[in-house]
């Protein structure tokens, strides 16, 4: 029997906020994923983030789409607004929410499947839109409720678990984050907690659109091709009766590395990922400089981990409309009708 509610009691002497909150207030269920799978960390690092503000749960307001990554939301914050929608669908369902309710925290949370493909049409709109929210894409270049395709994030040349090479180019979501407006763009390791938490902090406290990119290892599809033990070879040679799965227990792979240094970390199935993270020196309030940055290390094999641009005196969508302060879903009828006096000047504006 599994059971995915965790018990309410916890120790009296864990360290609460400046709200009175411990960080188990901010948790969700037990986690259905995989053992060792980095979207888990992300959830933790979430966690944390949202404990260090001081954030009551019942202001956050979190969404995703489908996938893996979008399970995620049911993992942290159990007493915080959320809402799944359907595949890609996330960030519209995300704008109207904002648009009825300012005084939310908005959390978006989705996947490199998710965003990147059926929903990148969705992505694009509510970053140039400038919609306020955190807008997380766990990043891990397949798509893992569905053994394993390549998504549109995959590095060209990637072999997948079956042994196909990728031969299309991959989307790169933080540099379309920057062509697109958004005034907050980030980059992380769900592996390295001590760099992602800064990251989120700053992401839920940025008002505008708000976009972090976090590479998250998929361990459930490095069994290599060829191998006599790898789930492909038994199936291939067994005569079986039922179709049954197994995915073997792995460690979280988590790294520690200093500002400015350059670090292969080995994954699961033995590849390798170069993470090289920014230093103090580096300015994240030019835009083109970090569009540049990224190709340059690109081209080196390399992905940039950090705060890559801000804009700390961005407008958000409220400000782009000149919406009134008080949220909408609380206008009532005689807020929203302006009276006769009133429409006769408009209409005569408009002869």
Known sequence: MTYLAKPKLHHPTLACNAIGFTRRDYEGKISTLCAGCGHD????AIIQACWELDIEPHRVAKLSGIGCSSKTPDYFLGQS????????????????????????????????????????????????RGVNMAYIVENNGV??????????TADQGSVSKKGVANTDSPLDLVTMALQLGATYVGRG???DKKQLVPLIKGALSHRGAAFIDVISPCIAFNNHAGSTKSYDYVREHNDAVNFLDVMPQRSEIAVDYADGETLE???????LLRLHKLDGAYDPRDRIAAMNLIQQRHARGEVVTGLLYVDPEAP??????????????TLEAADLNPGAVALEKINAALR
């Open 41 to 44: 960390s992300i959830s933790a």
């Open 81 to 128: 607004h959320g809402f799944n929608t359907v595949h890609g669908r996330m960030p519209s369902v995300l704008t109207g929410a904002n648009l009825a309710n300012r005084d939310l925290i908005y959390l978006g949370v989705s996947g490199d499947g998710d965003s990147a493909s059926i929903g990148i049409g969705q992505f694009v709109h509510a970053i140039r």
């Open 143 to 152: 798509y893992g409720l569905t053994k394993g395709q390549f998504s549109a």
């Open 189 to 191: 390791f769900s592996g």
């Open 265 to 271: 970390i080995a994954q699961h199935d033995g590849s």
């Open 316 to 329: 958000d969508l409220h400000g782009h409309l000149g919406t009134v302060a008080r949220p909408l879903n």
